[in-house]
């Protein structure tokens, strides 16, 4: 890292202020070159600003932060200038003119995982905290970055630190005076361990499902009321609506903020068969979506009389919505009520023109997604990554466990769960998995 680095710390446009960030060894030449010196450390310094000609630039705030206490770990300044797309340009050029480049994308906050300021899953907190759109992703990137989910995880460390001691005194000194059952003593730490690794792995999704949204499909046959539900639900024409079956013949996407959290509401293609190309693949395409949602919610046209089947995809839990109660009834609408109890579904009538089953139907889902994602306690893994390798961990263990004859590959087993659990925070990792993870930031952080 010898580079010294700069980026717009700000989304570009035009704004009031724009903030540049520079961080390295060459950030006091800098400062001397383009305002004459190195202001005090940590105080907000109003200072000219001077491009290689002398022609000044702007009239900027400084804030300097010299290393190690910086975000990075390096000398670090930041340019707050005003925000029209002439002063960013001009002061651009300036720091590229005095040999600096441009930053990658998360390059920053690498260099403050690569000096020892953050570890790997605060990092990813990061990344999170500058994403979050919602209340529940913040709260849960701010947990991260300050370091309850490695916090955790260096607890499981230790007890795996632990066991290892007692099983590598049994296998490296078994003729000293060691206690006999030394080895079997690590076994019920390591059992406990499996259980909350186990937990933790599960509990996992909870997490990834605040970060990218609770997802609620709509299904049905056509003309049910998916498009016109969801609509009314978004607040916008998100779907076309027509009188014609088949309208709908991809997935229709609209997120939507529902107590706190994100959720993900799909439109989907009315589920019938059919010998048109294109519509059959939106209905493949619907049922693949709805297999892999958290929630489904099959919509029945109440006043209809054409004989449908119940989709595959629902599960125990779902809700069956007979739609259109504004009209006079059909024989879909009891036959599908009689199905919803046979499956175990939750059913109600409901127009998609009635503010107060609207209400009602927002209120139900917002009771759901807060049972679902809130949780007695913040997740300890946030990203498939993190439960993939508790899963592996977990898996050592239970192999360590199944190692009585041979304890020194029961040791072995407990150091390689141990190297999976420091891939999370990153004490160990490979050099493509930090450029994955990395790649992912937006310049200037």
Do not use: F, M
């Given at each position: 890292m010898t580079d010294?680095?700069?980026?717009?710390?700000?989304?570009?446009?035009?704004?009031?202020?724009?903030?540049?960030?520079?961080?390295?060894?060459?950030?006091r030449d800098v400062l001397d070159a383009l305002c004459g010196g190195v202001p005090p450390a940590r105080r907000a310094t109003l200072r000219a600003l001077q491009d290689e000609t002398g022609e000044e630039i702007d009239r900027a705030l400084l804030l300097f932060f010299e290393g190690p206490e910086s975000y990075t770990g390096e000398d670090v300044v930041e340019f707050h200038v005003h925000g029209g797309a002439a002063v960013m340009t001009a002061l651009l050029n300036a720091l590229a003119g005095q040999g600096l480049r441009l930053a990658e994308p998360g390059e920053f906050t690498r260099r403050a995982f690569e000096n020892g300021k953050l570890d790997l899953a605060q990092a990813e907190g990061v990344a999170d905290l500058v994403d979050a759109e919602t209340d529940a992703q913040r709260r849960q990137a701010l947990d991260q970055l300050g370091g309850r989910l490695s916090q955790v995880h260096a607890r499981w460390s230790d007890m795996l630190v632990e066991a290892l001691a007692m099983l590598e005194a049994a296998v490296d000194f078994p003729d000293e005076e060691v206690p006999?059952?030394?080895?079997a003593r690590a076994r019920p730490a390591l059992e406990r361990l499996v259980a909350q690794l186990e937990q933790?792995?599960?509990?996992?999704?909870r997490g990834e499902r605040v970060r990218e949204g609770y997802r609620i499909a709509l299904i049905g046959a056509p003309n049910a009321g998916k498009s016109t539900l969801l609509n009314a639900l978004a607040g916008r024409e998100a779907a076309i609506v027509t009188a014609t079956p088949g309208t709908t013949r991809d997935i229709i996407e609209v997120p939507m903020v529902l107590?706190?959290?994100?959720?993900?509401?799909?439109?989907?293609?009315?589920?019938?068969?059919?010998?048109?190309?294109?519509?059959?693949?939106?209905?493949?395409?619907?049922?693949?979506?709805?297999?892999?949602?958290?929630?489904?919610?099959?919509?029945?046209?109440?006043?209809?009389?054409?004989?449908?089947?119940?989709?595959m995809e629902l599960r125990a839990g779902d809700l069956c919505l007979i739609t259109k109660r504004d009209l006079p009834s059909g024989p879909m609408g009891a036959w599908a009520a009689q199905q919803a109890r046979r499956l175990g579904l939750g059913t109600a009538e409901m127009t998609s023109k009635g503010p107060g089953d609207l209400a009602w139907l927002k209120s139900t889902l917002e009771e759901r997604i807060v049972d679902a994602l809130a949780g007695a306690e913040p997740p300890a893994a946030?990203?498939?990554?993190?439960?993939?390798?508790?899963?592996?961990?977990?898996?050592?263990?239970?192999?360590?466990?199944?190692?009585?004859?041979?304890?020194?590959?029961a040791a072995e087993d407990v150091r390689l769960a141990a190297r999976a659990l420091d891939r999370i925070t990153g004490r160990i990792d490979p050099e493509q998995v930090l450029g994955r993870i990395f790649s992912t930031f937006c310049i200037g952080k």
């Open positions: 010294t680095i700069y980026a717009p710390a700000t989304a570009a446009g035009r704004a009031a202020v724009a903030v540049v960030r520079v961080s390295g060894p060459k950030t006999q059952d030394v080895a933790a792995a599960a509990d996992a999704e107590a706190g959290y994100k959720a993900l509401l799909a439109d989907t293609a009315g589920l019938r068969e059919t010998g048109d190309e294109i519509e059959a693949e939106g209905v493949r395409r619907a049922r693949a979506w709805a297999a892999g949602a958290d929630l489904r919610l099959w919509l029945v046209d109440g006043s209809s009389d054409a004989a449908i089947q119940a989709p946030t990203r498939l990554r993190h439960q993939e390798l508790l899963s592996e961990a977990a898996d050592r263990l239970r192999h360590a466990l199944g190692q009585d004859e041979h304890l020194e590959l």
